[in-house]
Nanobody, 123 residues
Framework: QVQLVESGGGLVQAGGSLRLSCAAS????????MGWFRQAPGKEREFVAA????????VYADSVKGRFTISRDNAKDTVYLQMNSLKPEDTAVYYC????????????????WGQGTQVTVSS
C-alpha cells in the first residue's frame, strides 16, 4: 500500500503561481511513476502531468505544457507540481497518484490516489 497526501492548494488570482506537494508513505515510493490529475465540477477527472520513477521522463497535458512542471524527490518521498501562469480554467481538485508508468495518461494505470487538494483561480 502507498498512502498519498496532497498539499499546497488554495485561492490565487489569474497569472499567479502555486506549488502542490504530494507526500507518500508505505511501500517504496521510488519504484512508482507518479501522476497529477484534476477534476473540475461536473467534469471527468483528467490527466495533468506525470513523471517516471527515476524522474528522467515527464509528460504533460497540452493544456498545461509550458506552464506546469512536475518533479520528484525520491529521498523525501515527495512529488511536486509547480503551476505558473494559472488560468481560471485550471480551477479543480488536484489529485496525485502512484502507478506503473506503462501509460502515464491512463487513470487505470494508477493504483493509489490521494484525497485531493482544491485549486481555485480567480479572474
Amino acid at each position: 500500500q502507498v498512502q498519498l497526501v496532497e498539499s499546497g492548494g488554495g485561492l490565487v488570482q489569474a497569472g499567479g503561481s502555486l506549488r502542490l506537494s504530494c507526500a507518500a508513505s508505505g511501500r517504496t515510493f521510488s519504484t512508482y511513476a507518479m501522476g497529477w490529475f484534476r477534476q473540475a465540477p461536473g467534469k471527468e477527472r483528467e490527466f495533468v502531468a506525470a513523471i517516471s520513477w527515476s524522474g528522467a521522463t515527464t509528460v504533460y497535458a497540452d493544456s498545461v505544457k509550458g506552464r506546469f512542471t512536475i518533479s520528484r524527490d525520491n529521498a523525501k518521498d515527495t512529488v511536486y507540481l509547480q503551476m505558473n501562469s494559472l488560468k481560471p480554467e485550471d480551477t479543480a481538485v488536484y489529485y496525485c497518484a502512484a502507478g506503473t508508468g506503462i501509460d502515464f495518461r491512463d487513470l487505470n494505470d494508477y493504483h493509489y490516489w490521494g484525497q485531493g487538494t482544491q485549486v481555485t483561480v480567480s479572474s
